[in-house]
């Protein structure tokens, strides 16, 4: 009985205070970076959905910050910044990127698909604009370029 009760002071708490209009972009959303073209090397399908990064990004009302984390097939981007709102988009401002690659020991694995970890740490550092959808499910990104790749962000709520 407790913990409902917790719950709901909590949620009271975050919608009673501040600006109501920062809560349809807080939590979770779950998503990736959806390639739509390869510029270096094969271009095909396939080669676009083994490309793609897949993860998640936290919109936290601490201080204004999030965590964006995403995965390739080798590697693993986290960037860490704050946020902002104009109307129905958010932008996203990286204040630190980290890029871990995994090929093994023989370094990057051939087979994979990967980007230098110094265009991806440089892609990252810039900033991010999504718009939210109007039943507040889905954040949508503009075409942008992560190194090679052309695409854009897409994340939804669980």
């Known amino acids: 009985m407790k913990k409902p009760l917790l719950a709901l002071a909590f949620i009271v708490a975050i919608v009673g205070c501040g600006d109501k209009k920062k809560v349809p972009f807080l939590g979770q ?7 739509s073209k390869v510029g270096r090397g094969p271009d095909t399908p396939l080669d676009r959905k083994h490309h793609m990064l897949r993860g998640y990004v936290s919109i936290r009302l601490d201080k204004n910050t999030f965590l964006l984390h995403l995965e390739g097939e080798q590697q693993k981007v986290d ?29 990057v694995d051939p087979n994979l698909k990967y ?8 892609a990252y550092l810039n900033k991010i604009t999504l ?28």
């Open 29 to 35: 959303w779950n998503g990736q970076f959806e390639v």
């Open 79 to 107: 960037v860490k910044g704050t946020w902002s709102y104009a109307g129905s988009q958010i932008t996203l401002d990286p204040k630190e990127a980290k890029v871990i690659t995994d090929g093994g020991e023989n370094g």
């Open 115 to 122: 980007v230098p970890e110094a265009d991806l740490y440089e």
């Open 131 to 158: 718009k939210l959808s109007a039943d507040g499910s889905t954040l949508t990104g503009l075409t942008t370029t992560i190194a090679f790749l052309e695409g854009i962000h897409t994340f939804k709520k669980d």
